[in-house]
């Protein structure tokens, strides 16, 4: 197993940009989410999905989209990238909501200038 | 607003002694709590949790202590090893579960 996999680990962006990050996980897990990280702060929930068709927003939505088509995929798209979205971006997932247990991705570090 | 937070943001201690990581909490209502561990580069990595109707749980070389009345909880680790460095993030997850929310982590520094 794979894990939980992102992609790509690294990106510069100018101001406007738009972008993608991926995320795949082969675990079967039915939650999914993101978390941005800044410097010397925890990670912010940015959106996540209990499952193939579900999305919600959590606390720091903007300037963000994600879609849930399959179980195995949740894509973060940045649709007009802006410097305060420089940042590193996790995707976690877990079997459900009911646990805490969360699996990471190594992250993908996001620079906009 | 309710938070989770992190008393000190370094912990140096010596390779082989016991560290003591702490995390206060100010939702009441909150049920169900995890400790992650972060090293650099690296995504968060689930240590242990602990649900409100425990005071403690105990894995390898780890204990998690909840303390409802003062709403804190701290992260033991026995006989710290170089390979334990790394920051340490303590989390909530809300009442509806479907949300996790992380404290600001603390680093912890292992000298040999």
């Known amino acids: 197993n794979a894990g939980v996999t992102q992609t790509p680990k690294f990106q510069v962006l100018k101001t406007g940009q738009s972008m993608t990050l991926q995320c795949a996980q082969d675990?079967?897990?039915?939650?999914m989410s993101w978390y941005r990280q800044d410097p010397g702060m925890g990670l912010r929930l940015i959106h996540y999905?209990?499952?193939?068709?579900?999305?919600d927003q959590g606390e720091v939505p903007n300037g963000y989209n994600v879609s849930r088509s399959t179980t195995e995929d949740f894509p973060l798209r940045l649709l007009s990238a802006a410097p305060s979205q420089t940042s590193v971006y996790f995707c976690?997932?877990?079997?459900?909501?009911?646990?805490?247990?969360?699996?990471f991705g190594e992250g993908s570090r996001l620079t906009v200038l | 607003g309710e938070s989770v937070g992190l008393h000190l943001p370094t912990l140096s201690v010596q390779e082989g002694d016991n560290s003591i990581i702490n995390c206060a909490y100010s939702?009441?209502?909150?049920?169900?709590f995890i400790w992650y561990k972060q090293e650099s580069g690296k995504g968060p990595q689930f240590i242990i949790d602990?649900?409100?109707?425990?005071d403690k749980r105990q894995g390898q070389r780890v204990t998690v202590l909840l303390n409802k009345t003062v709403k804190h909880l701290s992260l033991q680790i026995a006989a710290t090893q170089p390979g334990d460095s790394a920051v340490y993030f303590c989390?909530?997850?809300?009442?509806?579960?479907?949300?996790?929310?992380f404290g600001g982590g603390t680093r912890l520094m292992v000298k040999p």
């Open positions: 939702n009441s209502a909150s049920d169900y």
């Open positions: 999905s209990v499952g193939a068709g579900i999305t």
């Open positions: 989390a909530e997850n809300n009442n509806a579960g479907n949300m996790l929310t």
């Open positions: 976690a997932s877990s079997r459900g909501v009911n646990t805490g247990e969360l699996f």
């Open positions: 675990m079967n897990h039915e939650y």
């Open positions: 602990i649900r409100s109707n425990m």
